[in-house]
């Protein structure tokens, strides 16, 4: 079965500072994975996704994630963090060829401070 | 597109009462899924559809929940009787079928039950 770790329930950056949010799976076998973006009282938001293709994948509002197959892990990046950023992160997965399940990490909240 | 559309977006409703909570998927999605999130057990994947047929409800968590997709455009989520502990947003999410596709979630539906 699929599981994720976020490292980090809150993380904490300064405006313009680089954002890393950490993210670690279980899979069996190859994963899809996704990062998923939620703002207050809305639903989430697909910010980008792996699928095997190239494991440096790019999403919107300029972040970035690695696939890093030995490492198992997925950390979403951002190099300057906008105050709009602030949100909650959730990273999630599947299986390739498995049932349609996303499992979802528990989230990172990210603040950003002025 | 006008996205997933979930009603009511707030219920309050009393221990022991009926709950139906809605969702209309965007168009041309053949999948649908029913997600629970708490502050204590994050985002919990509750039942899922593929072409208006249930296809795993492991994640009901009583008898008390059940879940019905009439046709590809409406779902409904029940609760009977409602209890203190389903207090929850409830969201719905749609989309393509196959493991890489993305989900897109409906608004939410925020559940007190007093």
């Known amino acids: 079965a699929q599981s994720v770790t976020q490292l980090g329930s809150h993380v904490s950056v300064s405006e313009g500072a680089l954002v890393l949010l950490r993210c670690n799976y279980s899979?069996?076998?190859?994963?899809?994975l996704f990062w998923y973006v939620q703002y207050p009282n809305q639903g989430l938001q697909l910010l980008l996704k792996y699928t095997s293709a190239a494991t440096l994948v790019k999403g919107i509002n300029g972040f970035e994630a690695e696939f890093k197959k030995s490492e198992t892990s997925f950390h979403l990046t951002k190099p300057s963090a906008h105050m709009s950023d602030a949100a909650e992160y959730f990273c999630a997965v599947s299986e390739v060829g498995g049932a349609q399940k996303l499992v979802f990490g528990q989230g990172t909240r990210l603040t950003i401070n002025p | 597109d006008a996205g997933v559309i979930q009603s009511p977006r707030h219920e309050v409703t009393e221990m022991g009462q009926e709950v139906t909570l809605r969702c209309k998927p965007i168009?041309?999605?053949?999948?649908l899924f029913w997600y629970r999130q708490t502050m204590m057990r994050g985002l919990e994947l509750l039942i899922y559809?593929?072409?208006?047929?249930?296809?795993?409800d492991s994640g009901m968590p009583e008898d008390r929940f059940s879940a019905k997709m009439p046709n590809a455009s409406f779902s409904t989520l029940k609760i009977q009787p409602s209890e203190p502990r389903d207090s929850a947003v409830y969201f719905c999410?749609?989309?393509?079928?196959?493991?890489?596709?993305?989900?897109?979630f409906g608004n939410g539906t925020r559940l007190t039950v007093t």
């Open positions: 168009s041309g999605h053949n999948s």
């Open positions: 899979s069996s076998v190859p994963p899809y």
């Open positions: 999410a749609s989309s393509f079928t196959g493991g890489h596709s993305p989900l897109h």
């Open positions: 559809f593929n072409n208006n047929v249930p296809i795993d």
